[in-house]
């Protein structure tokens, strides 16, 4: 009797199906290493790290570039850009042609001061010109008579003088044939030497006549045209005693009634012009010091933006604020309303291409550093801010673009440098 073997329980084995199962064996174990090389690393991570946190109850922003705009948000209402007030020029009467709220146009006749004091001391003024111009033509006159009598007693002298040169020649030559005494001879040297004097002196009156006509005649002239300076200046006063509109707009205040007496400098009335708008804002105190005039600003009404400048701001503090002046760049816009409310930004600074944070209460208590999540665990990071705007704040230094950084109020104990973050 023959004992049964095994060999009826064995099977052929190819060499390829033995190689594919060493491979799977091989790969399986590499897995099976990974995945508990990746379990070691992270329990060590878990017990370095301070703390586990749950994703969902962070607040976790990206770091971005952008350009910053520092800016003061300030509430305002729209103001009357010109609203001159018109001033009686002198005392007198008022009569009135306008009403409160009539539209008006630009040199239109709105009243008319009467005075009566004015109307006199121009009409003196007047009379009194009219007598220097007489003034001056009948000293003319005069100085014409005065210049003919001088020229004829020039010519008389003129004359005499002449006659006696013949004289003196013949006296020669009867003196020379013993015809003329000694005395009579001299006699009539004397007479030609004293009509040689009296030509001289005819020649320098007439001269000094024709001086002293010459500066009557500029001084009366003087006067002529001091007096029509007098003249000009009252005719320009009474001519402003036209109350001419200087703009185009509305009659506001009438401050005078109709045929009402009035003093020099009272105020009549104010005129609006209804095509100038500007925005008077109310800015913190806070931001005086960074205020200047020229700044630009954007203005909020009725959800549109409109392009403004900074052209003024109030020395004096009133509850915390001071008073600024907006003004449109270009016209202003349409159907706008005396004292409607708005909301004006005032640009104080713009940065171009820098790394911008999104601004919460986080960085209100900023101690200066942040947490920076990278593979799921946050490690701090000691970083620098900079400039800040109403919706972001600069970062100077300590992080990059793309980087997330966690900005909610954190309560690590002993402020942890890591920590992981769960799903």
Known sequence: ???????????????????????????????????????????VRAFSAGAVLDRQQLRIVEIKRGDLVREVTAQGRIVVANSPTLYSPEAGIAELYVKAGDKVEKDQLLAVVVSPELGEQLAREKSELTRLQMDTERQKIESQQALLQLQQAQALAEVRLKGMQREERRAELSYGKNIMSQMDYEKVKDDLERAHVEFKHANENLLLLKTSLNFYDRALASQSESQHLIIKALARRSEALRILSPVKGMVGNVQVENKQAVMANQALMGVVDLTAYEVEASIPESMTSELSPGMPAAIQIAGTEYA??????????????????????????????????????????????????????????????????????AHRVDVSLGSKSLQHIEVLDGLAADDQIIVSSLDIQNSAATFIISD
Request: proline residues 4%; positive net charge; hydrophobic residues 40%.
């Open 1 to 43: 009797m023959t004992i049964a073997d095994t060999s009826g329980q064995d099977s052929y084995v190819h060499r390829s199906q033995v190689w594919n199962r060493r491979r799977w064996i091989i790969a399986i174990s590499i897995l099976l290493f990974l995945v508990f090389i990746w379990g070691v690393a992270a329990l």
């Open 308 to 377: 403004g400048t900074l052209t003024a701001i109030s020395p004096e503090v009133i509850g915390g604020s001071v008073r600024g002046r907006i003004r449109f760049e270009g016209d202003s816009p349409p159907q706008l309303r005396q004292n409607q409310r708005l909301t004006a930004r005032i640009h104080l600074e713009k940065k171009q291409d820098v790394l911008l944070v999104e601004r919460g209460p986080y960085f209100d208590d900023f101690r200066g550093y942040v947490y920076r999540i990278h593979d799921g665990v």
